[in-house]
C-alpha cells in the first residue's frame, strides 16, 4: 500500500509576481510517470511541501487539457506560503494531491453560470472561468462577478478583458477603492448584482471567496428564485493532511478536504454563517 | 455466558502472559505509575495493580489500596488503548535535500512486533472500533495505524467496580464487553471467567490450566455485570443528541461553561475516540533532511482553527461547542453513532471538573436515555 501522506519532487518552472502578495508557482513533477499519471479537475487542491518547513493546500489554477505545467496562485500570509513566495525557477518542492471535490461542471453544461469571488480568493474561480471559456460553446450565457478591496488587488486584468469579449458574457467588476483610470466599478460588488443576466431557471451559481461575501450572493440568488441546489460554494478551512485523517478541516460534519472544498449550498446551509464552525 | 466458559485460578494468568510470550507477543497490562494506572509492558502478574481501587469524581481520580485480593477492581486510567494503535507522536515521511537541492520523500514504514494488552475496558474496544473507522474504513486508509492494528491481541476484562464518572451503560458500551477481543476475563475473588473469542485467542486458551466455570461461578460473574451496571449513575440524555444540540447552538450554557472551562485541552488528551493530529516539520540540524511528524492535536488550541491569520475559533465557547457537537453530534453522520462511548475520562481528567453529561442536559434537555 502507498503512503497516503507522501509528496512527490516537483521542480519550480517558472516563478510569476501577480501582485504585491500574490504569485504564481508554474510546476512540473520531476518524474515524468508521475506528471503523466496526474489528473485533477478544477476546483480541487495540492498540497505543496517546502523543505524543512512544511505543507500547504493550494488549489490548482491551470486547465485539465494543460498537462504540462501545474499553476498555483498563492497569497504570502504565513510561514510556508512566504517562503514558497521567495521560491525561484528550478528550485524543488513537494506535492502531492490532487484532494477533494471540484466544481460542479458537469452539471453545469447547457446552463446559465455566474461565477462570483470576492476579496483575494479568486484562484479556484478562476480555473473554472478557464475552463468554461476554452468551452464557451457547451454553456449559456456567463456572468463573471468579482469584488476587491483595492483595485491594485484585482489581477489577470488581461484574462478578464479577454473575456469580456467573448459572446454572450458578461464580466462585472468592483472595487471597494478604485485608482486613477480603473475603468470598472467603484464600489461594492453588490451593486452590480442587477447586472446580471440568466435564466433563474437553467443558472448554475459558483463562488468563492469571504463567506461574508457568499453569504451575499447566496441570499440575493434566493431571492431571485434561484433554487439551493444550484449554488455551489468553495470553503476554506485549516487543512493538515487533506485526506480526512487529521480533523482540523471539519465543519459539522463534513470534512472540507474530501467532502470539499466545493459543495452545494444546500449540504452545508444549516451551518453557512455560523460563527465558530 | 456458554459452556465455552472456563475457570483460571488467579495465579493462572501468568500462564496467559508466558503464554503470549511464546507466541511471540510482547505484553503490555495495567500498572501504577505516578499515583495512576497506566499499560506498561508487563512480564509478571505481580505487577498488576492488585488490591487497588479508584476514586473518581468530576476533577478528581485517586488510587486507594486495600486488602482486596482482585487485580481489576477499578474502572479505567487516564490511557486509553488509543496510543498503542494511533501513536501520540508519529513521524509520517522523511525529506532528504541534496546539495543541488533535489528533493527526495521516504516513508516512514511503522515496524511494530505483535503486541498483546491485558486488561482492556468495553469502553476501550468501542472506541478503538471508532477509531478503525476513522483510520481504517475509508480510503486512504492510515498505514501506521494499520500496521500497529494489524499486530494487537486484546484480552478484555469486564468491569465490575466502575467510576463514579462511568456511564458506558448509558452509552450502550459497557460494562461487559461484547465484541472486538480475543479473550475475555471476568474476575472473581479466586480467578477469572475465561473466553476466547478469535481463533487465536482460543489457541492461547487452549494451552492454559483451565477447567470448566461451575454454574455458581457464572452466576456471580453475570451478578458483578448486572451490580456494574446499576452502580453506574451518570447517563447522557439521549443516544443520538445531534439534533438537540444543533437546534441550541446559542444556548446561553455554552457562554457559562466557557467561563470554568480553561481550554487546555485535557479532555481530549483522555479521550479514546478524539482523533485530531497536528503535522509539523522537524528539519535536522546539518540541513540534509527533515521528518514530518504528526502529533496528537485538540481542538481547544488556537491552531487547530487557525486559518490565513486568524483564528476561526478564538472563544472558549466556540471551542467547547466544537468539542461537544462534534463529540455527541457529527460523529452521527461521520462513522454512525456517537463519538462518546462512556469511559468517563474527560469528566476526572478535567481539571476544573466540567462534565460532559451535565452540560449536555443542560443543552439538549433532560431527554429519555
Ligand atoms: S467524551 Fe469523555 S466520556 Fe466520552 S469517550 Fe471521550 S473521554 Fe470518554
Ligand atoms: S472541558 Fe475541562 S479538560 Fe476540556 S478543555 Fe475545558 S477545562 Fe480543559
Ligand atoms: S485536512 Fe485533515 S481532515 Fe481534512
Known sequence: MTNPYLPYEAEVIERIQESPTLFTLRLRFTDPSVHDAYRFAPGQFNMLYLYGVGEVPISIVSDPIDEQILDHTIRSVGRVTRGLSDLQAGDRIGVRGPYGRGWPLTVAEQRDVVV????????????????IMRRRERFGTVNIVQGVKHA??????????????????KVLIAADLGMPLWPWHVGHVTDLFDELQFDRERVIVMMCG???????????????????????????????????????????????????????????????????? | MTDAVQYLERDGLQDLIQGLQK?????????IRDGAIVYDSISHVDQLPRGYSDHQSPGQYRLQQDDNPRCFAWANGPQAIK????????????????TAGELQFTEHVVDVGP???????????????????????AEPRDPGYLARRQQLLLVAVNCTHPAATCFCASTGDGPRATYGYDIVLSELDAGYLIEGRSQQGLTLLAGLPTRPATQGQLEQGDEESHQAVAHQTRRL?????????????????????????????????????????????????????????????????????????????????????????????????????????????????????????????????????
Open chain 1, 116 to 131: 462570483v469571488t470576492g476579496g483575494l480568493g479568486c484562484a479556484p474561480v478562476v480555473s473554472v472561468i478557464n475552463y
Open chain 1, 152 to 169: 491594485d488587488d484585482f489581477i489577470w486584468r488581461e484574462r478578464y478583458e479577454q473575456w469580456q469579449q467573448a459572446p454572450d458574457t
Open chain 1, 210 to 277: 469571504p463567506e461574508g461575501m457568499m453569504r451575499v450572493v447566496v441570499n440575493h440568488m434566493q431571492a431571485q428564485g434561484v433554487g439551493d441546489d444550484d449554488l455551489w460554494l468553495s470553503m476554506e478551512r485549516n487543512m493538515q493532511c487533506a485526506v480526512g485523517h487529521c480533523g482540523h478541516c471539519q465543519y459539522g460534519d463534513k470534512f472540507i478536504c474530501k467532502d470539499g472544498p466545493v459543495f452545494c449550498y444546500r449540504d452545508i446551509r444549516n451551518l453557512f454563517g455560523v460563527k465558530g464552525f
Open chain 2, 23 to 31: 507466541a511471540g507477543y510482547h505484553c503490555v497490562g495495567p500498572q
Open chain 2, 83 to 98: 496510543p498503542y494503535v494511533f501513536a501520540a507522536e508519529e513521524t509520517l515521511w522523511r525529506s532528504l535535500r541534496d
Open chain 2, 115 to 137: 503486541l498483546a494488552i491485558i486488561g482492556v475496558r468495553a469502553c476501550d474496544l468501542a472506541a478503538l472500533y471508532l477509531q478503525d473507522k476513522h483510520f481504517l474504513h
Open chain 2, 237 to 369: 440524555p439521549g443516544h443520538n443528541l445531534k439534533q438537540a444540540l444543533f437546534a441550541n447552538l446559542n444556548h446561553a450554557r455554552w457562554e457559562e461553561v466557557a467561563k470554568r472551562c480553561l481550554s487546555c485541552g485535557n479532555c481530549t488528551a483522555v479521550c479514546p475516540t478524539c482523533f485530531c493530529h497536528a503535522e509539523q516539520d522537524r528539519p535536522a540540524l546539518d540541513g540534509t533532511s527533515s521528518d514530518h511528524v504528526r502529533q496528537w492535536d485538540s481542538c481547544f488550541t488556537q491552531g487547530h482553527s487557525y486559518i490565513h491569520g486568524f483564528t476561526l475559533r478564538a472563544n472558549t465557547a466556540q471551542r467547547y461547542r466544537q468539542w461537544l457537537t462534534h463529540k455527541l453530534g457529527s460523529w452521527h453522520d461521520q462513522y454512525g453513532r456517537s463519538g462518546c462511548v462512556g469511559c468517563g475520562r474527560c469528566i476526572s481528567w478535567c481539571p476544573v471538573g466540567i462534565d460532559l453529561t451535565e452540560e449536555a442536559a443542560a443543552i439538549c434537555g433532560d431527554g429519555e436515555p
